[in-house]
């Protein structure tokens, strides 16, 4: 048996096993009457199980009074900007995101379009948990609606960006593949890479939730990718997940720029037309500092996790910000992650620069990263980090998310899941040798622990 995940932002199980219609219902009932009626924006991903998937949260929703904007399979960020504009009370994303496919999961919304924060996702967490809600009657029931234009309305926020000259990419003639790992990117990309002019190879664009591999966007999983941009001669390639949050670059050599690099480049473009603080997480690579300072502007740190970094951004009026996993953050437009807005930014930063992305890429500052998570059995996991900051003690350190050890030009970063029995540890350097050390001392430091 699979393990139900409940998050303030949400719940995320394999279907059929611990994601089942009852604890569907129990969380989505909460939500609704957390939300105290309005209309909800609900829109899903293509996953298999999206559909049934739908009909109970939308019916469950109903139930207990709210109205639905039925918005159909789109991109995350999708629903995000159509709470928005139809001025919703909050949207729920069907989406598991790059989870597997016999996955699926709920995203909670508010008002804002952001994810629920940690106040406002403990309180419907609570509500579910009590189980006491207040159904309707027969005149009480929520409507449902449908609207058709959110995705066309998500682009042409895009395309209406001061940043985009929008002519002159067209002008270019791209030739670009993307692989939309038959999610909901489908629905988005290759029309909208028309729109800007490119020539589209795409790969994997039928929106039927089958995903053909792995579906998150690491270079591991991105094989044919590759081989299509180096056999076709293209200029770049782009991947996103299923719900098309996450952007992957590859370079007109098929290789990949590694994920950490998509929001290094959106933010080394967008600060060189304006100017302001950018917010990113604990866990992002040390280019984002070594960028910003070229600007002269200040970077803020938070916790991993996307609403922590949007709330920042809204706090102190970000001009970017965004996750390390590929996730682009553009208030412009809205403050959640967005793929089709880095690869935006990415051929409008290409344009300017006038040569290949992988010489763009080689402009920015030069890191590697390292990925590691230890199994810890049975042991407690806050003693581990505590233990490795008392063994630190003497050094640079952030305890804000988990324990991170800072130096001049490298770090190593330790986190606990709150879903598995796992440390996960990220490391940095100037070189994939020292980045490796540093993530290995610290692997033997917690196998002495256990």
């Known amino acids: 048996m699979s393990k139900l995940m409940v998050s303030v932002s949400g719940i995320r199980g394999v279907v059929g096993d611990t994601l089942t219609p009852e604890n569907l219902v129990q969380f989505v009932a909460a939500y609704g009457q957390w939300l105290g009626g ?15 998937v739908e009909n109970v949260v939308v019916g469950t929703l109903q139930a207990v009074g709210c109205d639905i904007i039925k918005i159909g399979i789109v991109p995350t960020p999708t629903v995000q900007m159509a709470i928005e504009k139809l ?11 790059h989870n597997p496919i016999q996955w699926n999961a709920l995203k909670l919304m508010n008002s804002t379009g952001m994810f629920l924060d940690a106040e406002q996702g403990e309180a419907v967490i609570e509500l579910a948990s009590q189980g006491k809600i207040a159904w309707k009657d027969w005149q009480g029931m929520g409507k449902v609606h449908v609207y058709d234009r959110a995705v066309a309305d998500h682009a042409e926020a895009i395309l209406a960006l001061p940043y985009l000259d929008v002519e002159a990419i067209r002008s270019r003639r791209f030739r670009v593949a993307v692989d939309c790992v038959n999610g909901a990117g489908s629905t988005f990309l290759p029309d909208f890479l028309h729109k800007l002019g490119c020539e589209v190879v795409g790969l994997n664009t039928y929106p039927n939730g ?11 999983n991105l094989t044919v990718l590759s081989k299509t941009i180096e056999a076709n001669r293209l200029d770049i390639g782009f991947a996103v997940d299923p719900d098309s949050d996450r952007c992957a670059i590859f370079s007109e050599k098929g290789e990949p720029l590694v994920e950490e690099y998509t929001l290094a ?45 949007a709330k920042k951004m809204k706090e102190i009026g970000a001009v970017i910000g965004g996750e390390g996993n590929g996730g682009v953050i553009l208030p412009d437009v ?3 992650r967005d793929a089709p807005v880095a690869i935006a930014l990415t051929l409008q930063h290409l344009l300017e620069f006038g040569g290949t992305i992988s010489e763009l890429h080689r402009r920015l500052p030069q890191l590697k990263m390292v990925k590691k998570k230890i199994e810890i059995g049975a042991t407690d996991p806050d003693k581990i980090l505590s233990e490795i900051q008392r063994l630190h003690k003497g050094e640079n350190l952030n305890t804000e998310d988990g324990v991170k050890i800072l130096g001049a ?10 879903t598995e029995p796992i440390i996960r540890i990220y490391s940095e350097a100037p070189t994939a040798e020292e980045a490796e050390a540093l993530a290995g001392e610290i692997e033997r430091q917690i196998q002495t622990l256990q």
Not at 409 to 414: E, M, P
Request: net charge positive.
């Open 38 to 52: 309005g209309p909800v924006v609900v829109g899903r991903d293509s996953r298999v199980t999206g559909e049934m």
């Open 87 to 97: 001025g919703a009370a909050g949207g729920i994303a069907v989406t598991a995101s």
């Open 210 to 220: 089958l995903f053909p591999h792995t579906p998150e966007p690491l270079p591991q």
């Open 265 to 309: 480049l959106a933010v080394d473009f967008i600060l060189s037309r304006k100017k302001g603080p950018v917010v990113t997480n604990l866990s992002t690579t040390l280019a984002i500092e070594k960028i910003a300072e070229r600007y002269g502007v200040p970077v803020f740190r938070t916790k991993v996790g996307e609403i922590h970094v």
């Open 334 to 336: 809205h403050l959640g």
């Open 409 to 418: 030009d490298r770090w190593v970063h330790l986190r606990k899941s709150n």
